[in-house]
């Protein structure tokens, strides 16, 4: 019975962390993938340098894959000293994301102003065939990615004539006379960007809770194996 619930655990771990080392490979592509574009980010950030986020989400990747390659080796192998290794830096990783769940709550609001700051920087009422084409990217990013046009709303922002991204099938960089204020897009972006910046948080926390809940797994299935393994390991001495 022992044998066979220290083979459930390792099982456990090893498909969880499997999981774990190729989501870890993931955010570490899309770290170097941001490096390496950081220019164009730069632009679409509104010139706000992202470069030691993207370093940020490399090092998370990193961190990742090496907890995953500790839970998937303490599965394989069933080594006690890994196993509680695993533990530890688990507790740990647990720790950090409860201190990354009260900051990111502290600092709701400072995120949100920091958008509305944002978009008002960006939609600061020059006329869209007046912008670069570098902000006139940025623009028909934003207003076809939250489905919105202007700051509060189309006519406010860009007068009569409207960009194309301010409607439903507006995807290139130009005004258009097909794109009337009767087709586009009724929500402000301003409004559109805040409520997007709220909603993400909240994912952010069911994104947290889930994590909580599968590193709960992952430290009783762990903790289970170390046990049985220290089990089988005391019969055979005393065998």
Do not use: H
């Amino acid at each position: 019975m022992g044998f066979r619930g220290e083979k459930t655990g390792s099982y456990v771990l090893i498909a969880v962390n499997t999981i774990t080392i190729l989501v870890g490979i993931l955010v570490c592509i899309a770290g170097v993938m941001g490096i390496l574009n950081q220019a164009k980010i730069n632009e679409y950030s509104g010139g706000y340098d992202l470069e030691l986020v993207c370093y940020g989400v490399l090092i998370t990747g990193v961190i990742i894959i090496i907890v995953g390659a500790f839970g998937w080796f303490a599965g394989f192998n069933g080594s006690i000293l890994v196993g509680k290794v695993y533990v530890i830096l688990i507790i740990i990783i647990a720790v950090l994301q409860l201190v990354f769940f009260v900051v990111e709550f502290l600092k709701k609001d400072e995120i949100t102003s920091e958008i509305e700051g944002y978009m008002n920087k960006t939609m600061n009422g020059t006329a869209y065939d007046d912008l670069t084409p570098a902000e006139q990217d940025i623009i028909n990013v934003i207003q076809t990615q939250l489905e919105c046009c202007g700051l509060e709303n189309g006519d406010d922002t860009w007068g009569s004539t409207l960009p194309a991204s301010c409607c439903e099938s507006g995807d290139n960089s130009t005004t258009t006379a097909d794109c009337t204020t009767d087709n586009a897009f009724s929500e402000g972006c301003r409004d559109a960007a805040t409520g997007f910046a709220s909603n993400a948080i909240q994912f952010s926390v069911f994104i947290l809770i889930a994590g909580f809940v599968l590193e709960f797994i992952c430290v009783f299935a762990a903790l289970f194996s170390v046990r049985e393994g220290q089990r089988r390991k005391y019969a055979q001495i005393s065998g």
